[in-house]
C-alpha cells in the first residue's frame, strides 16, 4: 500500500509521515492517530534527501505488519488456549480454575511479548519506507 503524506520530523534517518487517512486505514493498524480524526502519524525510512516539508509517498512494509500481528494476537491467545487445554485435559482441574489459568498464561505472553520486543525493538522499527519524494 503506497500513500502520500508530508514529513514533519526526521531523526536518526526515521521519518515521521503525516497521512490523511483512507478506507484501508480501518484494516491496518500501523498508523497512531494524528492530530485529528482524519490524520494519522507513520514512522518510516527516510531517503537521504528527505526534508521536513517534503510531500513523499511511503509504503507499508507488509513483514511489519504481519510480525505485529503474531505477536500481539496469535502468540497470546495460543498462550491462552493451549494453557486452558493443559488446565482441563491433562490436570482434570475444574472449569473455573482452568480459566484462571489460562488468563494468567495471557497474560505471561503478553509480558513476554513486551520483554522480547524492548530487547529486539520491534515496536521502534519503521513501519514503512519512503519510496518517493
Request: a positive charge; hydrophobic letters at 50%.
Amino acid at each position: 500500500m503506497n500513500e502520500k503524506g508530508e514529513v514533519i520530523k526526521i531523526e536518526n534517518g526515521v521519518a515521521t509521515v503525516i497521512l490523511k487517512k483512507n478506507n484501508a486505514c480501518k484494516t491496518c493498524g500501523l498508523c497512531l492517530a494524528g492530530k485529528d480524526s482524519q490524520t494519522m502519524i507513520l514512522t518510516a525510512q527516510a531517503q537521504s534527501n528527505t526534508k521536513v516539508g517534503d510531500e513523499v509517498f511511503v509504503a507499508v512494509d507488509k513483514k511489519v505488519k504481519s510480525a505485529a500481528i503474531i505477536w500481539l494476537l496469535a502468540v497470546p491467545i495460543a498462550a491462552f488456549v493451549s494453557t486452558a487445554l493443559i488446565a482441563q485435559l491433562l490436570l482434570k482441574l475444574s472449569e473455573d480454575l482452568s480459566f484462571l489459568i489460562s488468563i494468567a498464561g495471557l497474560i505471561l505472553a503478553f509480558i513476554v511479548a513486551w520483554i522480547v520486543d524492548k530487547k529486539v525493538g520491534y515496536s521502534k522499527r519503521p513501519a514503512a519506507k519512503i519510496i518517493s519524494n
